[in-house]
Protein backbone atom coordinates (compact mmCIF):
# COMPACT_ATOMS: atom_id res chain seq x y z
CA UNK A 1 0.00 0.00 0.00
CA UNK A 2 1.12 3.77 -0.83
CA UNK A 3 0.61 6.60 0.84
CA UNK A 4 -0.01 9.95 -1.03
CA UNK A 5 -0.18 14.06 0.72
CA UNK A 6 -2.75 16.01 -1.32
CA UNK A 7 -2.35 19.76 -1.14
CA UNK A 8 -5.79 22.02 -1.60
CA UNK A 9 -5.68 25.54 -0.78
CA UNK A 10 -8.05 25.69 2.31
CA UNK A 11 -10.24 28.91 0.87
CA UNK A 12 -11.08 26.88 -2.23
CA UNK A 13 -11.72 23.30 -0.59
CA UNK A 14 -10.78 22.86 3.11
CA UNK A 15 -10.62 19.76 5.12
CA UNK A 16 -14.01 20.77 7.30
CA UNK A 17 -15.62 20.49 3.23
CA UNK A 18 -14.15 17.14 3.19
CA UNK A 19 -15.19 16.01 6.00
CA UNK A 20 -18.70 18.00 5.56
CA UNK A 21 -19.26 15.77 2.06
CA UNK A 22 -19.18 12.21 4.36
CA UNK A 23 -18.59 8.64 3.49
CA UNK A 24 -19.40 9.92 -0.49
CA UNK A 25 -16.49 11.70 -0.82
CA UNK A 26 -15.67 14.24 -3.68
CA UNK A 27 -13.33 14.06 -6.74
CA UNK A 28 -9.97 15.95 -6.25
CA UNK A 29 -10.86 17.92 -9.92
CA UNK A 30 -9.20 20.87 -11.03
CA UNK A 31 -5.56 19.22 -10.82
CA UNK A 32 -3.36 20.43 -14.27
CA UNK A 33 0.08 19.26 -13.08
CA UNK A 34 0.85 16.14 -15.62
CA UNK A 35 3.39 14.92 -12.47
CA UNK A 36 0.65 14.64 -9.68
CA UNK A 37 -2.08 13.84 -12.31
CA UNK A 38 0.35 10.60 -12.89
CA UNK A 39 0.23 10.14 -9.03
CA UNK A 40 -3.48 9.89 -9.15
CA UNK A 41 -3.50 7.79 -11.44
CA UNK A 42 -0.93 5.44 -9.43
CA UNK A 43 -3.35 5.43 -6.57
CA UNK A 44 -5.16 2.47 -5.14
CA UNK A 45 -8.28 1.96 -3.65
CA UNK A 46 -8.26 2.31 0.27
CA UNK A 47 -4.98 4.21 0.30
CA UNK A 48 -4.31 7.01 2.51
CA UNK A 49 -3.24 10.37 2.04
CA UNK A 50 -2.46 13.14 3.89
CA UNK A 51 -4.77 16.17 3.27
CA UNK A 52 -2.74 19.41 3.27
CA UNK A 53 -3.67 23.08 3.14
CA UNK A 54 -1.63 25.21 1.05
CA UNK A 55 -0.68 28.40 0.27
CA UNK A 56 -1.85 30.27 3.48
CA UNK A 57 -1.59 27.61 6.44
CA UNK A 58 0.88 25.11 4.62
CA UNK A 59 -0.06 22.03 7.03
CA UNK A 60 -1.37 18.46 7.24
CA UNK A 61 -4.43 18.34 8.74
CA UNK A 62 -6.02 14.99 8.57
CA UNK A 63 -5.74 12.00 6.95
CA UNK A 64 -8.47 10.96 3.84
CA UNK A 65 -8.64 7.77 1.74
CA UNK A 66 -9.16 7.01 -1.83
CA UNK A 67 -12.54 5.62 -2.88
CA UNK A 68 -12.21 6.13 -6.50
CA UNK A 69 -9.49 5.67 -8.61
CA UNK A 70 -8.72 7.84 -11.91
CA UNK A 71 -11.23 8.52 -13.88
CA UNK A 72 -11.73 11.68 -15.84
CA UNK A 73 -11.86 14.71 -14.16
CA UNK A 74 -15.56 16.04 -14.73
CA UNK A 75 -14.57 19.68 -14.39
CA UNK A 76 -12.52 19.59 -18.31
CA UNK A 77 -13.70 17.84 -21.30
CA UNK A 78 -9.73 17.48 -21.86
CA UNK A 79 -9.36 13.65 -21.99
CA UNK A 80 -5.79 14.30 -20.66
CA UNK A 81 -7.10 15.56 -17.10
CA UNK A 82 -8.14 12.36 -14.33
CA UNK A 83 -8.13 12.72 -10.93
CA UNK A 84 -9.26 10.45 -7.74
CA UNK A 85 -12.46 10.47 -5.25
CA UNK A 86 -11.48 10.82 -1.82
CA UNK A 87 -12.76 11.00 1.43
CA UNK A 88 -11.97 12.01 5.10
CA UNK A 89 -10.92 9.65 7.54
CA UNK A 90 -9.17 11.33 10.27
CA UNK A 91 -8.41 14.89 11.38
CA UNK A 92 -4.90 15.42 12.79
CA UNK A 93 -5.39 16.14 16.71
CA UNK A 94 -2.34 18.69 15.96
CA UNK A 95 -1.83 20.55 12.41
CA UNK A 96 1.56 19.49 10.93
CA UNK A 97 3.52 22.41 9.62
CA UNK A 98 5.71 22.71 6.74
CA UNK A 99 8.29 24.44 9.15
CA UNK A 100 8.14 20.97 11.23
CA UNK A 101 8.23 18.68 8.57
CA UNK A 102 11.42 20.93 7.22
CA UNK A 103 13.03 21.01 10.49
CA UNK A 104 12.96 17.22 11.33
CA UNK A 105 16.07 15.46 9.77
CA UNK A 106 14.05 12.16 9.34
CA UNK A 107 11.54 13.82 6.59
CA UNK A 108 15.07 15.84 4.81
CA UNK A 109 14.07 13.50 1.62
CA UNK A 110 10.52 14.20 1.89
CA UNK A 111 8.96 15.50 -1.62
CA UNK A 112 7.16 18.16 0.77
CA UNK A 113 10.33 19.51 2.11
CA UNK A 114 11.95 19.66 -1.34
CA UNK A 115 9.25 19.87 -4.04
CA UNK A 116 6.53 22.77 -2.04
CA UNK A 117 4.59 23.23 -5.37
CA UNK A 118 3.93 19.57 -6.41
CA UNK A 119 -0.34 19.35 -5.36
CA UNK A 120 -0.03 15.44 -5.20
CA UNK A 121 2.65 13.74 -4.32
CA UNK A 122 3.47 10.18 -3.05
CA UNK A 123 5.20 9.98 0.72
CA UNK A 124 7.26 7.03 2.03
CA UNK A 125 6.15 4.77 4.57
CA UNK A 126 8.52 6.06 7.40
CA UNK A 127 8.00 9.45 6.64
CA UNK A 128 4.02 8.93 7.12
CA UNK A 129 5.14 7.55 10.38
CA UNK A 130 6.95 10.55 11.17
CA UNK A 131 4.09 12.70 10.10
CA UNK A 132 1.66 11.20 12.23
CA UNK A 133 3.75 11.22 15.36
CA UNK A 134 4.14 14.70 14.97
CA UNK A 135 0.51 15.28 14.71
CA UNK A 136 -0.19 13.62 17.66
CA UNK A 137 -1.72 9.86 15.56
Known sequence: MAYWLMKSEPEVFSWDDLVAKGAQGEEWDGVRNYQARNNMRAMKLGEKAFFYHSRTATEVVGICEI????HPDSTTDDPRWECVDVRAVQPFPQPVTLAMCKADPR???MVLVNN??????????SEWAVVCELGGL
Do not use: G, H
Request: aromatic share 0%; net charge negative.
Open 116 to 125: TRLSVQPVRD
Open 67 to 70: IAEA
Open 107 to 109: LAD
